[in-house]
């Protein structure tokens, strides 16, 4: 560990120099005999520089390896690898939402974990819950994220934050009065990875506990049905009836100091410090008849050797090398995301978030959260506007079967 913290030291100071070739116009590196690549698909946003960096402190230690990063957007790497690896032409590493590991699998594009048992114990408990498929763990978690509620503390005291939707009510509507033109609360209200929270009472999970009964959706229990109402009221009790309530109107009506508190993630903290808003993070409060509060999902961005790489030795090495806690705090120094391992960072917002995801519970990764996806927002639209709810989730049930 301390000469990984020495390798990390250096480069902040001089990048280590590459073995000099010219690059190809996807951005990897010509093989010779001396040098193996390791050609990885990731975003950029300052995930590229840690890519890079990390990539040179693998190299420190293995001087034959270099790491090639190749910009493709997580959100487009899985269908990329379908498409490319038939051709040979794949890369090694690439980097995906764990929500796609059952297409992943099930297409036979990537490998399991080397060293499952010991890479599980080295990272959180969601993470490697997340990255299991059908019992076989799959890839390297390099973040974990969840969302939580965040306060603005101009706007709204500690001591006045509530801990259950019922006292929430009852502070907005005390504030909304008080203060016109802004808002008490906002969310997101038509994207399910928000609005799940509210169907999980009495352990109600999405596709079962596991996450992986395809025909038990979940979504037409007594427990989903009490909480949609109870999601449908808070547009009347909280006096949201003609307010967008998108991610992007939501993020900026909390950025301009206009919403007292906001459910959303780690991603906005950069954000609302740079728009100078003094704000904390919390749990988010408990549903009618709980005690804890609701689970939220949890994601975990996975990295994956692929079936097609030509040293699969090689790039499970460098993904297992990330997990190391000098790598996970300078990829949260670069990005701002959670780690992926039980690491102390220096945020004074972390400690939110991790409470929130001792709740929280992965995002099914089973094919069946394409329809999950696509169907939900138009369910959730049509019962904030006023629809039956019950008539409305035995329908989405239905429609989200595997």
Known sequence: MKKITQIILSLAVSSILLAACSKNKDGSVPENQKEIHIRVWESKDGIDTFIKQAGKAFTAL????????INVNVHNTTDALEEDAPKGVGPDIIAAPHDNLGKLVTKNLILPTENASEVSKKVLKSCAKALTYNGTMYGYPESAETYALFYNKNLIRENEIPRTWEDLKVWVQKFNQANPGKLGFVMDIASGYYSILFTTANNNRLYGESGTDARSPNMSTPAAIKGLKLFQSLRQDLGLYNTELSTASCDALFASGNAAMHITGLWNVKPFEKAGIDFGVTTIPCLPGESNPPASFSGTRGMYVTTCSKHPKEAAE???????????QMRFNLTGSMPSINTS???KYMGGFLKQLEYAFPMPSI???????????????NIWNGADVE?????LNEKIKG
């Open 62 to 69: 293995h001087p034959n390896v270099k790491i090639d990063f």
């Open 391 to 395: 008539t409305e989730l035995r329908s």
């Open 367 to 381: 094919p069946a959260m394409g329809k999950f996806w696509s169907e939900t927002e138009s369910t959730l639209r």
């Open 318 to 328: 460098f993904l297992e090398f990330i997990l190391n806690p000098e790598i996970q």
């Open 345 to 347: 960072v220096n945020s």
